[in-house]
């Protein structure tokens, strides 16, 4: 640690409010780094516990700076203003560092002096400090530009080191956005020109418990939302940047969604998906499919289980996937009667269509109808029917797509009037199957799409009661079987 004739390269800044419980860890976790040319400011945000009498026996070692509750943004900026170094390093009350992570963040900046941002990756522990998942986000965002902090948003104060120049540039973090402040304050460096790298290794322990701000769910949600909306109302924006205004909007509410379905929050994880609707690039099934998926990878990268047959049969999915369908059953263009029509109940759990054929004649018009898998509330995957007949022949073409969180290989099984055909399909991938029947007498048959998982559902991961699925048609023709 640098003493008061020696100026610190790095100002260490540990904003605190309320956090008595974990301080002394995290200030520990400063004092025991390999490189030792640094000072510590400690905010104290206005807490009213015993974050104070915590760092008493540290005040030699420390600057300790009392302010009136402002938030976190507010105990960063001013932090900053006192700092000395030409380095600022943020760790949270909660987190607490590897012993090198000073050491190789500033043996980066050594290396590259342009650089105002270097990033890190970071391992997610329970209140106890035991590992639960290492986050390595350089895998997905290789490059740290513009595109990347918007897409990605790889943002945890903690693992990261700033240029003191580029922060002062920037006019510190806004404290309009009380959670979201340091992804705003990336997207404006990031606009500003400021150069980023990555040191691809683990140099922080970040800390999920009951108090920290993953319980802030509505408020972080909104305030992530409001980041978005401010950043895209910039008039300078790069033209290419502004084209993923769109996918950055999905992007972030389908993960806000999930943030909230995490934090129990599931009225207005409903609510972020249903506006994600709004800018999904997807057709309306395989939205629900990747909703799914997302949740599914979001959860792994955060250690949680993500128990997918809780959520469907939750009543805000229930409802809310009852609005797509709804949205989906309009009728099929009207044809006269030497064509046909589709039609099928939306209750029943193996969706049957009924294909009315004439006698004689020819048949050219095609149809189609998009659905999705279900069962006993459980909704992915993306199924898409086509129909065309000629003459008295009629054809059947099915695509569809089975999602990532299913068994190894899923049996998807066309029938059409009494005739079939199979296909074995991996999970995360698509098929297509084909049918051609011959029709004589009779002037219509049935068609049924079933799907049904191959291997047994312990191997697959999943509920007993997942292990049969259905197609139902999203689309409907005007007569409804009851």
């Known amino acids: ?10 100002s260490v800044i540990i904003p605190v409010y309320q956090g008595d419980r974990f301080l002394t860890e995290a200030v520990e976790s400063v004092l025991n780094q390999t490189y030792t040319n640094y000072e510590i400011i400690v905010v104290n945000d206005g ?12 005040f030699e070692k420390i600057r300790y700076i009392y302010q009136e509750n402002q938030g976190v943004a507010a105990a960063r900026n001013l932090g900053i203003q006192m700092a000395q170094g030409e380095l600022i390093a943020f760790l949270d009350q909660d987190d607490f560092w590897l012993p090198d992570k000073l050491t190789l963040q500033v043996a980066c900046f ?8 270097l990033n ?22 290789s490059e740290l530009d513009l595109r990347a902090w918007l897409q990605w948003k790889p943002v945890l104060p903690s693992a990261m080191m700033f ?22 304050m990336l997207l404006r460096l990031a606009l500003m020109g400021c150069e980023a790298a990555w040191v691809p290794q683990i140099t922080v322990c970040y800390r999920q418990h009951e108090s920290n701000t993953m319980k802030n769910s509505l408020e972080q949600a909104e305030s992530i939302n409001a980041v978005i909306d401010n950043f895209f109302a910039l008039s300078d924006l790069p033209s290419h940047i502004r084209l993923l205004e769109k996918e950055v909007r999905y992007q972030t509410l389908v993960w806000v969604a999930w943030y909230l379905y995490c934090t129990g929050y599931l009225h207005d994880m409903k609510r972020y998906l249903k506006q994600s609707l709004s800018y999904t690039p997807y057709s309306r099934t395989k939205t629900i499919s ?22 469907t049969i939750s009543q805000d999915w229930q409802q809310l996937i009852s609005v797509l369908i709804n949205c989906f059953l309009k009728p099929l263009p009207v044809l006269d009667t030497n064509h046909f029509s589709i039609f099928t109940s939306p209750n029943t759990n193996i969706g049957e269509s009924s294909i009315k054929l004439p006698t004689t004649g020819s048949i050219t018009q095609e149809g189609d109808a998009k659905g999705f898998w279900q069962h006993d509330g459980w909704a992915g995957g993306e199924v898409s029917a086509y129909f ?22 899923t049996k998807i099984t066309l029938t059409v009037d009494e005739q079939l055909v199979s296909q074995d399909v991996a999970r995360d991938s698509s098929f297509c199957l084909e049918l051609s029947v011959k029709i004589d007498k009779e002037d219509y048959f049935q068609l049924s799409i079933v799907a049904s998982e191959t291997m047994s559902a312990a191997r697959a991961g999943i509920n007993e009661d997942s292990r049969e699925l259905a197609f139902v048609l999203s689309e409907i023709g005007s007569d409804h079987v009851n």
Not at 47 to 58: E, I, K, R
Not at 120 to 139: T, Y
Not at 290 to 311: M, P, Q, T
Not at 389 to 409: D, L, T, W
Request: glycine share 6%; aromatic share 12%; hydrophobic share 35%.
């Open 110 to 117: 050594q290396a590259q002096p342009t650089l105002g941002i």
């Open 388 to 409: 065309r007949a000629e003459k008295n022949i009629c054809r059947v073409k099915v695509i569809g797509y089975i999602p990532p969180y299913h068994a190894c290989f």
């Open 1 to 10: 640690m640098s003493t008061e004739t020696v100026t610190p390269r790095v």
């Open 120 to 141: 890190s990756g970071w391992q997610r522990v329970n209140e106890l400090g035991k590992a639960i998942v290492n986050v390595e986000p350089w895998h997905k965002a």
């Open 163 to 184: 240029s003191r120049q580029w922060l002062q540039r920037a006019g510190g973090f806004d404290s309009r956005f009380t959670q979201s402040s340091d992804v705003d």
């Open 290 to 311: 990747d909703w799914l998926k997302s949740f599914s990878i979001y959860s792994i990268e955060h250690g949680y289980i993500f128990d997918v047959r809780f959520l």
């Open 47 to 58: 807490s009213t516990d015993n974050s104070c009498g915590v760092l008493q026996p540290y």
